[in-house]
Structure formats: C-alpha cells, structure tokens
C-alpha cells in the first residue's frame, strides 16, 4: 500500500534542487564567513548573495533580513527582541488567540516580564476582525502580531486592513507568514509590514535556517548574545548551507508560485469531491474560500481526532491535528477552541490535510476513498 503524506503544512520534504544545492555548497563553501581568508571570504560571498536573492523576493532589502534558526526563532525575535528595545516606550501588545505557539509562548513570556498582551478574538470563519484590532490598540501598543496564513485551518488574515490601520500608529506590524510565503507574493512595502517571518522547511527548503525580515527603522534587541554577526542582531556562525538551500527554496517558490497553488488547489477540490461522492458526512472549518491552497481542515462528526488520525495512519494516510497529545490526553486545538468555544465538539473530532510536492491528483481521490471507508465504519 503506497504512503500518502497529507502533512505539508507540518513540514515538506527538501525538493531536488534544494538538496543538490545543499550537498554541493556544503563542500565549497564550507568556510567560517567571519574568517578573513579566502575560504572564509567565499562563505561569505555565498551568504551575501543569499540575502540579497531573499530580499528582492519580498522586496525588502538585503540589511533588512536576518537569517534565523527557522519560523520560531523569527517569531521570537519579532515579539521580544522589539518589545525589550522599544519597552520605554509602552508595554502594550497586540496577538491573536490562533497564532502559532511560537508567537503566543513568546507573548506569554513577555506577560511574565510586565508586558500587557490583548488576543484578539477568531470568528468562525477562521479570521480575526480589524475592528477588533482597532478597538484593542492603545497610544501604547508597540508591536501587533497577526499571522498571514493559520497553521491549522489555512485562512488567510486581513493582512492589508490591518497595515492599513496601523499607518498612523506608531506600533510595529508583525505577520507570522511561515504557512503563507510558498502561496502568496509578498511585497512587505506594499503590505505595511514591519517584521515578517519565514521558514525553510515549509517551502520544500532545509529545517534549521529561516529569516526574520526587519524594516531598516525597526529597534531589535538581540536575544543572543556572542560574535554579533547578522549586524550584532543575531550571534553565531552563519547557517551557510542552510541558507545556500533556504534562498533555492525561495527562488522557486517564486519561480513556481503560480504552478504550485494551482496543483495544490486541484489536489484539495479533488480530495473534498470524492470525499462527497463517498457520502462522508463533514465540515470545513474556516472559510475555505479564504484558505492558501495547501490547506484544509476538516471536521467529521461522530468520530475522536485520535481514534482518526491513528486509523488513516493504519491506511498509510498521513495527516495532523492541531491538538496537543501528552500522555494519553488529548487537549483540543486551540485554534478550533478560539473559533469555536472549547465545547464544540469540532474541536475534537477535526483533522488538518495539506497538500504538496509529494502528491498528485490520483492520490489525493485515493486517500479520500481509504478515509471514506474508515469514516464509514466509524460513526
Ligand atoms: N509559525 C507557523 C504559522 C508555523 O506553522 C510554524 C511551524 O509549524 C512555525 C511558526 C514554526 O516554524 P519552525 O518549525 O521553522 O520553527
């Protein structure tokens, strides 16, 4: 039985050319970019390039993008490298209850130090609302941290609108784009982003390297501290190969944005009608007219997520959950809790599907008919 991987939203696998690049670049170039001779002016070359290739693709320029860890490390610098450098200046901050974990620990970890947070409510259709974000903000508030794309449900947010009514407010706009950036063509000028994140390996790149990018007027407190590379905003020797396969992966999600979003949507429609055809009864969560193309989220009643995902895991059908699984317990999605209220019994019984480079449409009608049959003997 063929494996079908339907978790591109969780990670993707590195394409070709990403690994070729990877494995011919970590032998010449392998050198320490701070290093002053020729092994070390070619990393840094490699590097300096990179940078600019990732800053045009977003048109930002190149001292305006910071090479990362991954999404994580971006998100956290975001939060708490502006908060601690602009903290004389207001304490208030602006999220949304759906973020990532990586935006809402760090806005945790910024109430623990004195910092005000506001979570901005979800409605059901997956989106939080810029009235509500007007009504929150606060002579104050000095950064607001909405994501472009939700991990789990895929809608997209009113990226524009909030930029828009943040235009005269002296608050920095940050957008978590980790799920968006391979779908959507990003100009950060053109957004009113201040602060926009992104990660390799959700776009066919390699784990470990991302990039936070900065307007050139945004104050940042580095949260690591050592050889003040990354123009003293992130220490440590630079991910050189990492980045040598981040800015491939950056090239082609632009070469093939178009093709990509097109497939993945044809694979999902695909997906939703055999499902129908099969008679499953189930729900979208979110509005799935607003969602990026590789990503749906869907709710079956009558069944348990983990009873789901361990059952299309037994039928080599790999998909996830937002939900958290620590010994045996389940805690639902707070994604779907914020949407829904934590009684909502979608919130337990929902999965996330995301397609990418590792399927195609036969397999997407296939995975539907082995989930039609499970759901059939389920409820
Ligand atoms: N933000 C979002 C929206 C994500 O989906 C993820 C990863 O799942 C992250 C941040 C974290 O990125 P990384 O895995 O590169 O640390």
Partial sequence: MEAIYLDHAATTPMSEEVKETVCREADAYFGNPSSIHSFGRRARKLLDEAR???AASIHASDREIIFTSGGTEADNMALIGTALARRHEGRH??????EHHAVLHAAEHLEKQGFDVTYLPVYENGKISPADLNAALRPDTIVVSVMFANNETGVIQPIAEIAALLRDHPAYFHTDAVQAFGSIDMDVRQLGVDLLSVSGHKINGPKGIGFLYAAQHVKLEPLLFGGEQERKRRSG????????GLVTAVKHAAEKRQARAEAYGSYKEAFL????AENVAFSVNGLLEETIPSTVNLSFPGTHVEQLLMNFDLAGVAAA???ACTAGSHEPSHVLVAMYGKEDTRTMN???FSFGILNTLEQSQEAARRIAKIIKRLV
């Fill in 350 to 352: 929902s999965v996330r």
């Fill in 321 to 323: 959950s937002g939900s």
């Fill in 273 to 276: 009608n055999e499902l129908k």
């Fill in 93 to 98: 901050i602006i999220t949304t209850a759906q």
């Fill in 237 to 244: 020797t630079e991910n050189t190969t990492g980045a040598a």
């Fill in 52 to 54: 600019k290739v990732i």
